[in-house]
């Protein structure tokens, strides 16, 4: 059975390397719909050192494998918005991921090469291959993690600067600004990226003449924040008017105040239990210490 499932690891191997070598070419209808599509304008590639700063060792060294794991699918679209949210791009994600999976697949091997080549002995094939395949795919699906990682912490900024600036907009229209300028006034106090992308979607909907919030809302739907696309469609049931709009932003900020306070709540709550778990960890020992000579003695004597 581990023989069988050896050479169906190493048939996807040599699969993905075949693939890594000689990328699928693009269909006739992907090259037709490209020729209708604008070119877009590329920024200057940086040189030198700064090339190599930008970009990783890992994401170099595994460029050639991205079409193959292109043409498998990856990444899907939750993981897909995950890495737009978080500004990484495709092909460094893929080239890191490919990397990760062959120093798995290797390091074991080689280990266990240099544990032969010191003692003398060391486990067979078996152990080795299966644990080459194990720690590939765990490498494998390393990045994702990182990258989910990353994405959480966007969109908690995003939810913090969004309490923040709903508050700011409050207090400017009941000073008697009208929604337009408390916007603008809210936008211009923040920074950060969070702040920034909420300033983006300001300018979008002035130069689009399109409508504020739903540029907000089409902003919760790219990076996955709820609380951006409730605010969107609560704003447009509350129809145009000045009084309905302050009146339901009002609610919304006071909604994620509440929110916010809960979720600190809680996370300090979770904090004091773990730290309880060090120290009864710390007293075990200390008991284990006090009472093992003790207990030595007396089954010595037994």
């Keep these: 059975m581990m023989g069988i499932l050896l050479g169906i690891v190493f048939g996807a191997f040599l699969t993905l390397l075949v693939y ?36 990783g060792w890992a994401a170099r060294a595994g460029r050639r494998a991205v079409p193959a794991l292109k043409s498998l699918g990856l990444p899907g679209a939750s993981l897909g918005r995950d890495l737009r949210l978080a500004e990484i791009s495709v092909e460094s994600f893929l080239a890191e991921k490919a990397i990760a999976a062959l120093i798995g697949v290797i390091a074991p091997g080689a280990a266990v090469a240099a544990l032969w080549g010191a003692t003398g002995s060391g486990p067979g094939w ?14 494998f699906f ?20 969004l309490s923040v600036f709903l508050n700011l907009t409050v207090v400017a229209l009941a000073g008697g600004a009208g929604i337009h300028q408390a916007l603008t006034d809210a936008g211009s106090l923040m920074h950060g990226w969070a702040a920034s992308q909420l300033r983006r979607a300001l ?10 919030w739903d540029e907000i809302g089409a902003l919760g739907r790219h990076s996955g924040v709820r609380e951006l696309t409730e605010l969107s469609a609560s704003v447009a049931l509350a129809g145009s008017e000045g009084a309905k709009i302050r009146a ?27 730290m309880s778990l060090p120290v009864v960890v710390m007293f075990a020992g200390f008991l284990i210490f006090i009472g093992f000579p003790a207990l030595h003695k007396v089954l010595a004597g037994m």
């Design 20 to 55: 890594a070598l000689n990328p699928p070419r693009p269909s006739l209808a992907q090259r037709v719909a490209a020729l209708g599509r604008p070119p877009a304008v590329a920024l200057p590639a940086p040189r030198g050192r700064d090339a190599d700063a930008a970009e």
């Design 248 to 274: 339901s932003l009002e609610a919304k900020a006071a909604a994620m105040r509440t929110r916010r306070l809960a979720e600190a709540d809680g996370a300090a709550q979770a904090a004091t239990e773990r």
């Design 203 to 212: 300018t979008a909907a002035d130069v689009g003449r399109t409508g504020v």
């Design 126 to 139: 078996q152990v080795t291959g299966a644990a080459s395949l194990v720690v590939g795919v765990v490498l």
């Design 142 to 161: 390393a990045p994702d993690f990182n990258v989910r990682s990353a994405a959480r912490k966007r969109r908690e900024e995003l939810r913090h600067t």
